[in-house]
């Protein structure tokens, strides 16, 4: 099984739900990550868990929170986003999370609009 | 700061070869590799270079050159199913472990 595999595909919400983001990989890679990408734009990085430890890019707002239940699941919940939030949401997989990394595996993303 | 700077657009005909460019800098750097996107698709993984010189992968091949801050990305024999987004990618050190490119939208025409 060589694939990163998010639910749902798609995804309309209002400005005052709550909902979440699931991903799953079953590769054995010990990095997982929660991109986001604007049309026309490369995929921002917001948020890495390697070797049980999360990071966050600072510039993330806090209506973005990732949980990773075990090694092969990372979630992102979503609470109370902006119109400008909406974006394709990317999970990808490596296999350590460090520097010299290449060759991720990307989910086929969440499309998501909040209106 | 970190940057990988690319061409927009590219644009070119069933058959032909084009070559994708990719300048970067950046903090700390890891090898060089190339993505595909298509519309509204995933970033699929193509190649990869730690050192410098070519690396050919059937159709594609990836140039890199160290000294430079410099590769490119070369598609030979160039199909529709071509036409999507390439991004280069630099490993690096801090946050972001995998910088991308801005990304280079190639539009292939019969």
């Known amino acids: 099984d060589t694939e990163v595999t998010q639910t749902p595909k798609h995804l309309v919400m209002g400005m005052t739900n709550k909902k979440s983001l699931k991903c799953e990989q079953h590769?054995?890679?010990?990095?997982m990550y929660w991109y986001k990408q604007k049309a026309k734009k490369p995929p921002e990085l917001m948020f890495v868990y390697s070797y049980e430890k999360l990071s966050i890019n600072e510039s993330v707002p806090s209506r973005f929170s990732p949980e990773c239940p075990n090694s092969s699941l990372l979630n992102l919940h979503l609470h109370a986003l902006q119109p400008e939030d909406s974006a394709l949401y990317l999970c990808?997989?490596?296999?350590?999370?460090?520097?010299?990394?290449?060759?991720?595996?990307f989910g086929s993303g969440t499309r998501l609009t909040v209106v | 700061g970190q940057s990988l700077e690319q061409p927009s657009e590219v644009t070119a005909v069933e058959g032909a070869i084009v070559q994708i460019n990719c300048t970067y800098q950046?903090?700390?750097?890891?090898?060089l590799s190339w993505y595909q996107q298509h519309d509204g698709g995933a970033p699929t993984f193509l190649s990869y270079n730690a050192l410098d010189g070519l690396e050919e992968t059937g159709r594609f091949s990836s140039f890199l050159s160290r000294s430079d801050s410099y590769g490119y990305l070369l598609l030979q024999e160039l199909q529709m199913k071509d036409s999507a987004s390439y991004f280069c990618?630099?490993?690096?050190?801090?946050?972001?472990?995998?910088?991308f490119g801005t990304g280079t939208r190639l539009l292939v025409s019969p």
């Open positions: 590769m054995g890679h010990r990095a």
């Open positions: 990618a630099v490993g690096s050190t801090g946050f972001q472990k995998l910088v």
């Open positions: 990808a997989s490596s296999q350590g999370g460090g520097a010299g990394d290449y060759g991720y595996t």
């Open positions: 950046t903090s700390g750097f890891y090898g």
